[in-house]
């Protein structure tokens, strides 16, 4: 048996921490599921409350150790929140031996360079992935390692969460428990979702993530093995709850169970006829609501999600890419006929991912439900990596000599560059804001880009 690894997931809801192995046939082996509620204390991925959210990563975490006889000293953790930001950038090394093979050195040096010269503005660099590697004049090259020659290229995409809310998940955890340890750095929510319920096969082919939360709905793409896209939009399961509060006339927390309990995406599947009573408030007289005009609401909100979301997939140029079309995965996709109206809308193939990809045996079955396909997706971030590429360059790494770490590039308040003479740093390439982008977007499409067929109108967008 290999060693234990625990994965550990603070989301708007609650954090989930889950403890795993692989057994001897390499499938995920789960040793403990623990999770506590923060509801109030955790908005949209950001921590609001940090005492209180300490206590709730406390009490998941003993409930672990519990569970799983163990005691925990590192965990591989998440990060998210609506001002994750990314951004292009381009690194160049010279290297000293032209005749030879470009080695696991050189491209560990071209990443440590794109670190070195990319200027963060604040911002915690949570990722530096890199795309595809120019060698001398031959470009677009997967995985430059043995190929020969003098300039090794890198493309890559930053990754950067401010650093005020970076720092308090940091910290959340880090105060959870004496002396331990986050693995690895803090991962974007996302991306360890991908790894427990999307196939190498899909991330080839083309495939878009959308991971459906309470406050956040995130969206990776892949093409060709690789992170070609992300983004975060504002509005998940938490706006269908406040839509349907608001357009039923009762409480939140009786609006979320209408919506956990009764949920449909798709309103023509539910009767005319079914209708619940819910409880008046402080003697008042029980209200009578229709299941139907509450799958109404879910689906009308559940179609500006959808809306935007293929909005994203267009603006990023993969629209066209995507083989595989749309994975959901997240707490909020469990309602009914969610993804035949993704189907719908989109005109593109979806399926729901849960975290059972090769998964073995279980603590519990409750494991297999998408709301814990982040915290499983850490657990396997201990044994594979986002990008596959980096699981190779580790084994080489053992035999590889260390790279030379040059003095960080300081600039200057005034603009001006203060190094040597004859070297300018990089300038940075033209990012985006995901929130920019967003408005436009969303100015574009809603009201007018779903017509009576519910089909997305990409001419519009």
């Known amino acids: 048996m290999s060693e234990i690894i625990v994965g550990l997931d603070i989301g708007s809801k609650q954090v989930n921490v889950v403890a795993g192995r692989l057994d001897h046939l390499g499938k995920l082996e789960i040793l403990g599921l623990g999770k506590a509620d923060t509801t109030g204390q955790v908005s949209k ?26 005691h925990i000293r590192g965990v591989f953790a998440s990060v998210a929140g609506p001002n994750i930001h990314i951004s292009k950038h381009r690194a160049i090394i010279t290297r000293q031996t032209e005749g030879e093979e470009v080695t696991v050195t050189d491209v560990d040096q ?57 720092d308090k998940t940091k910290r959340c955890i880090e ?33 878009c993530l959308v991971d459906i939360g309470s406050g956040m709905t995130e969206i990776v793409i892949f093409h060709k093995g690789i ?12 706006a269908i709850t406040a839509d349907i509060e608001q357009g039923c006339g009762i409480s939140t927390e009786y609006a979320e169970q209408l919506k956990v309990k009764f949920g449909c995406a798709v309103a023509d599947e539910i009767s005319v006829e079914e209708v619940v ?3 008046g408030i402080n003697g ?32 990023c140029g993969y629209g066209n890419r995507l083989n595989c079309g749309i994975v959901l995965t997240g707490g909020s996709v469990q309602m009914s006929y969610i993804g035949e109206l993704f189907e719908r809308v989109t005109g593109r193939d979806v399926r729901i991912g849960h975290p059972n990809e090769n998964l073995g045996k279980t603590l519990t079955e409750e494991i297999k439900n998408p709301t814990y396909a982040t915290a499983v997706g850490l657990v396997w971030k201990g044994i594979k990596d986002i990008d596959e590429r980096e699981d190779l360059y580790k084994e080489l790494r053992k035999d590889a000599p260390p790279i030379i770490v040059p003095s960080p590039i300081v600039q200057p308040l005034n603009g001006s560059y203060n190094g040597k003479k004859g070297i300018e740093p990089e300038k940075k390439k033209g990012g985006w804001n995901i929130f920019g982008s967003l408005k436009k977007a969303a100015n574009r499409i809603m009201g007018d880009d779903l017509g009576d067929s519910d089909s997305y109108d990409k001419e519009k967008a």
């Open 45 to 70: 991925g950001v921590v609001l409350n940090v005492n209180r959210t300490i206590e709730a990563v406390q009490s998941a975490i003993e409930q672990v150790e519990n569970q799983a006889n163990i």
């Open 110 to 166: 071209v990443a440590n360079d794109a670190k070195r010269t990319f200027i963060s503005k604040g911002s915690a660099i949570i990722h530096t992935l890199p795309q595809e590697y120019f060698v001398d004049s031959i470009g677009n090259i997967y995985d430059p390692v043995g190929i020969s020659g003098l300039k090794l290229q890198g493309d890559f995409m930053m990754i950067t969460s401010p650093q005020g809310e970076f």
């Open 175 to 207: 105060s959870a428990k004496e002396k331990i340890e986050i693995e690895g750095g803090l991962i974007f929510s996302a991306f360890a979702a991908s790894l427990a319920v999307l196939t190498p096969q899909e991330k080839k082919s083309g495939v």
């Open 227 to 238: 992170v070609r896209h992300i983004a975060v939009l504002p509005f998940a399961g938490d």
């Open 277 to 279: 009573a819910i409880p």
């Open 284 to 315: 008042r007289k029980t209200k009578t609501i229709s299941v139907k005009n509450v799958g109404i609401i879910i689906e009308e909100r559940l179609k500006e999600i959808i809306a935007l979301v293929e909005a994203e997939i267009s603006r």
